[in-house]
């Protein structure tokens, strides 16, 4: 079973404004967070990261939120801009664990 | 800086036919990882690898066999190909299992 979900395979933004892409979790125990970049036809690159001492990380125009008790994250990019259209992938680890779980993705299209 | 490097990038397998994918890396990471890829499915664990000499079993373990003889190398061996295992791979590396992963550029494998 899926333990690492993003229900929306698809979000399109105009250009300048918020991109908010989302993640669920089942497993209690993850405990580390990441998000992933994907262009097509080349591997999916790190993008930000987040703990689950936090509840908010930033870097530039992106920042990742958790809601432990809502076993959800979401990741904001503002602005958003063409460049960002990708595929997004959240991946999850617990402590002490060998890998990460990955969510199916979502595909982002920032129109210009 | 080479990182992951991730050959051959693309390959036609007929069904039956066996082949090697390889996975190199220069960052003396001691986790590596065969992914693959599928529309809707996002990203499953194949393999993984936890120091030179060690494999250990995915999500989807079956149909494939890998090898780690050497710290910076991780094949992947698809022994009697089928049609199901039409996808893009990826490997990746990390320095440890919590830590983010580097990708390799992918494979893209049909078979017929």
């Known amino acids: 079973d899926q333990q690492v979900k993003q229900n929306s395979p698809s979000l399109s933004v105009q250009e300048g404004r918020i991109s908010i892409l989302n993640c669920d979790y089942t497993n209690s125990m993850f405990d580390y967070f990441l998000w992933y970049k994907k262009y097509p036809a080349e591997g999916p690159t790190f993008l930000i990261s987040?703990?689950?001492?936090?509840d908010k990380n930033e870097d530039g125009r992106f920042t990742v939120f958790l809601n432990k008790s809502a076993k959800h994250l979401s990741l904001h990019i503002v602005p958003s801009q063409p460049g960002d259209s990708a595929v997004y992938f959240c991946?999850?680890?617990?402590?002490?664990?060998?890998?990460?779980?990955f969510g199916t993705g979502t595909s982002l299209t920032v129109i210009p | 800086n080479a990182g992951v490097t991730q050959t051959p990038k693309f390959r036609v397998l007929k069904t039956g036919q066996s082949m090697t994918l390889l996975c190199a890396q220069d960052m003396n990471h001691e986790y590596m990882y065969w992914y693959r890829q599928d529309p809707g499915m996002g990203l499953r664990l194949i393999h993984y690898s936890v120091g030179e000499g060690t494999t250990a079993k995915g999500e989807v373990p079956d149909g494939y066999n890998v090898s780690r003889l050497k710290k910076q190398n991780f094949l992947l061996g698809l022994e009697s190909a089928a049609p199901s295992q039409t996808s893009v791979y990826f490997c990746?590396?990390?320095?440890?299992?919590?830590?983010?992963?580097?990708f390799g550029s992918g494979t893209r494998l049909t078979v017929v």
């Open positions: 991946a999850a680890s617990a402590i002490g664990g060998n890998q990460f779980y």
């Open positions: 987040i703990s689950s001492i936090k």
């Open positions: 990746a590396s990390s320095y440890l299992g919590t830590y983010g992963y580097t």
